[in-house]
């Protein structure tokens, strides 16, 4: 599937509550390599999961029915691509991977829906891991996680599993005759994310992974789509599969600080520096026990938004320059030790919190900062370990705002810049005297580099399919 379209979307504040009005109402945030409109990331969704709309649950376990499922979906028209255009040679294509695109319907708290998956597959069955990524797809109308890790996930050939669980609205208006079915009301996500979780484990038929050998299927969500996961576990509690079994595995909340309760499958929870900047990071403990099975992953260098990749960072409309940390390399570390854990029952190791000192009198930061002002603490890595830079949050728009800025900000004006500038980083470059002070030359920085890179990979806290798009970024620093 091809499609790259315009559609709605909104691009929110950080604590922002996505409404349906705000959503058709904001255009897509394109990424740098797009030729047509993508969709863009933002909005924390109901900061801590809460309040979510009145749902009624079971009060003790029951198997969810299973909805029905429609013939694969081809047309009319072009379909709405909740997928990033991703470079070529890091693309679906190049990994001879698939998208289809199902219509899924039943009842959900007291009421008929229509929604709409995609599952993005091997080609080749046989290349399938047996492991499933679902996500509630992003408000924005990105399948945000699937992006964020789709270099690991295709090269190990893990299936993507998209789910729309908000408005229909911008999927009507931008191709009314495909999608005119859809309908998903206030309320309904929770069951709707059970009941096809639920599906694609089963034999049901017209179920597309019947015949895949289904190993575990995970959760995942970033910002709004996290508030999403976090809104559903009430549901996973009692919601199962027909053997009582959970129906997913484990769980991903990703940009999010919210505290989140204590569940009966592993999960990762991935705050960025912008949560501890913010002073919302969980103070949650990691845990092994049963019904605790949980870990916080902090990575010094990450933001709320992957800034890398989309468009409308290129020019850069920020007071600051933006930060081109590669989130995803990292994000994917936690993926890979959630798959560890739920997959095998290796339980991932215990990492350190990014430190805070909550004083922004000394450094202007709640993070507690080095001597080259990058954050202490948290998962180390080769960007702030070996530094040619300082990575921080949040920035802010350019005053004036730039004239030859992106059309989305351009067209939005400042209020968009501000926006997408504080659900960014900013990175510094060290000045070439600074640079002289920690390494000898350009062949001994690239060699700690590696050698940093080597450490992390041995620990468990980088992945080799990333390690050519950091020595990129290394080779490209001028001394």
């Given amino acids: ?73 081809t047309g009319p028209g072009p379909i709405f691509e909740s997928l990033m255009e991703l470079k070529t040679g890091d693309d679906m294509a190049h990994f001879k991977y698939e998208a289809h695109e199902y219509f899924v319907s039943g009842t959900a708290n007291g009421q008929p829906y229509t929604t709409r998956i995609v599952i993005r597959r091997p080609a080749d069955a046989a290349k399938f891991s047996g492991l499933v990524l679902a996500e509630s797809m992003h408000p924005s109308g990105n399948a945000w996680m699937f992006h964020f890790t789709h270099t690991y996930s295709m090269t190990t050939g893990h299936i993507g599993l998209d789910i729309l669980t908000s408005t229909s609205v911008p999927f009507a208006e931008f191709n ?17 994310l059970a009941q096809v979780g639920a599906l694609m484990k089963s034999r049901q038929q017209g179920n597309p992974l019947a015949t895949l050998p289904v190993r575990k299927m995970v959760l995942a969500g970033t910002s709004a789509s996290a508030a999403a996961l976090i809104n559903y576990l009430p549901a996973h509690m009692v919601l199962r599969l027909a053997d009582m079994k959970p129906i997913y595995d484990g769980f991903l909340p990703t940009s999010t600080g919210a505290n989140i309760r204590q569940i009966d499958v592993p999960m990762i929870q991935v705050p960025t520096m912008t949560e501890v900047m913010s002073g919302t990071a969980t103070p949650r403990q990691d845990g092994d026990e049963p019904g605790d099975q949980f870990r916080v992953f902090e990575f010094p260098g990450m933001a709320h938004i992957d800034s890398r990749d989309a468009a409308a960072y290129y020019p850069n409309p920020c007071k600051l320059p933006i ?21 095998k029952g290796t339980v991932p190791p215990r990492a350190d919190r990014i430190l805070v000192d909550r004083n922004v009198a000394n450094d202007g930061s709640l993070m507690a900062l080095d001597e080259h002002g990058n954050a202490r603490g948290g998962i180390r890595n080769v960007y702030v370990d070996v530094p040619v830079k300082k990575y921080g949050v ?20 400042e209020a968009a810049q501000n926006q997408l500038c504080g659900l960014a980083g900013y990175e510094m470059a060290f000045s070439q005297a600074d640079l002289k002070k920690l390494y000898k030359d350009k062949k001994d920085y690239m060699r700690r580099v590696e050698k940093s890179l080597d450490e992390a990979t041995k620990q468990g806290w980088f992945l080799p399919v990333y390690r050519s798009v950091v020595l990129a970024d290394a080779a490209a620093v001028e001394f």
Avoid: C
Wanted: no cysteine; hydrophobic share 40%; net charge positive.
């Fill in 176 to 192: 009314p005759e495909r999608y005119k079915s859809l309908r998903v009301g206030q309320g309904q996500a929770p069951e709707i």
């Fill in 323 to 343: 930060s081109r940390f590669p989130l995803a390399a990292y994000m994917s570390v936690a993926l890979n030790h959630l798959w560890q854990w739920v997959d």
């Fill in 394 to 413: 949040r920035n802010e728009g350019a005053v004036p705002p730039i004239q030859n800025a992106h059309p989305f900000v351009a067209v939005r004006g």
């Fill in 1 to 73: 599937m091809k499609g790259k379209g315009m559609y709605r979307v909104v691009v929110g504040v950080v604590i922002a509550i996505v409404s349906v009005s705000t959503l058709a109402a904001q255009t897509a945030i394109p990424t740098r390599e797009g030729r047509g409109g993508q969709a863009g990331q933002g909005g924390q969704g109901r900061r801590g999961g809460g309040p979510a709309p009145e749902i009624n649950l079971p009060s003790a376990p029951v198997a969810t029915p299973l909805p029905t499922i429609s013939v694969e979906i």
